[in-house]
């Protein structure tokens, strides 16, 4: 199987009181938080286990989480988001993918499709990347790549996950292209937040 880390270490300061992973998705009738519909998503994909990384604002994250999934917790998550993502990775073995919080999943199609990916070829790391050559997350790590990166950490080496993988040929990171798709990227205040919904209700 391969496993998933959603990263979710950060502050979330922007998007007031409430951590931005405990919105309601922006979709006409969704009930469930952000982070129920990413665990649910990448479980149909067939990711599993599902680990999410808590960080700076735990207690808030953890309200809005309403299913079954492996917990770990940064102690040194105000470092930044590659300590996040190494204390997701120090028990998975394999390829896993790593998501981040904020991250608008593809279709369950795109994430299967993403899956297989890692099973041929010599992909160290698999993006995906949209007709105007934006995208990368949900990225998927092989798992020597991932063991490369924990063992960086463990050394002490300070480092960016961008930073590494520029360091990658293009066989060894490879880009899936699709369709672009509508995104949220920035949805860090109440106001984008609805901005979104009504956008999303007009295209109904």
Same mark, same amino acid.
């Given at each position: 199987?391969?496993?998933?880390? =959603?990263?979710?270490? #950060?502050?979330?300061?922007?998007? #007031? ?9 922006? *979709?006409? $009738? ?14 149909? %994909? $067939? ?15 953890l309200?809005?989480?309403? @299913? ?6 940064? @102690?040194?998550?105000?470092? #930044? ?5 190494? %204390? ?12 981040? /919080? ?12 993403? @899956?297989?990916?890692g099973?041929? #070829?010599?992909?160290? %790391? ?6 105007r ?10 798992? !020597? ?10 050394? $002490? ?11 990658? /040929?293009?066989q060894?990171? *490879?880009? =899936?292209? *699709?369709?672009?798709? =509508? ?11 609805? %901005? !979104? ?6 295209? @109904?």
């Open positions: 199987m391969t496993a998933a880390v =959603i990263v979710a270490g #950060g502050r979330s300061a922007r998007s #007031g009181r409430q951590h931005k992973s405990c919105r309601r998705f922006p *979709v006409p $009738g969704e009930r469930r938080t952000w982070l129920d519909r990413q665990v649910d998503q990448l479980r149909r %994909a $067939g990711f599993a286990p599902v680990t999410v990384v808590t960080g700076l604002r735990p207690r808030r994250l309200s809005c989480l309403h @299913r079954r999934v492996r917990l770990r917790h940064c @102690r040194t998550a105000r470092s #930044g988001p590659f300590h996040t993502l190494c %204390a997701g990775l120090g028990n998975v073995r394999g390829p896993v993918l790593h998501v981040q /919080s904020d991250t608008v999943l593809p279709h369950v199609p795109l994430l299967r499709r993403l @899956r297989h990916s099973k041929r #070829g010599r992909a160290v %790391a698999t993006g995906l990347r949209d007709q050559g934006h995208g990368g997350h949900p990225l998927l790590l092989s798992g !020597a790549f991932a063991g490369k990166l924990l063992d960086m950490f463990r050394k $002490g080496g300070e480092t960016r996950l961008d930073r590494e993988l520029r360091r990658l /040929s293009a060894e990171y *490879v880009r =899936i292209p *699709v369709r672009r798709q =509508i995104g949220h990227p920035r949805l860090d205040s109440r106001r984008a937040w609805h %901005a !979104a919904r009504r956008k999303l209700k007009a295209l @109904r």
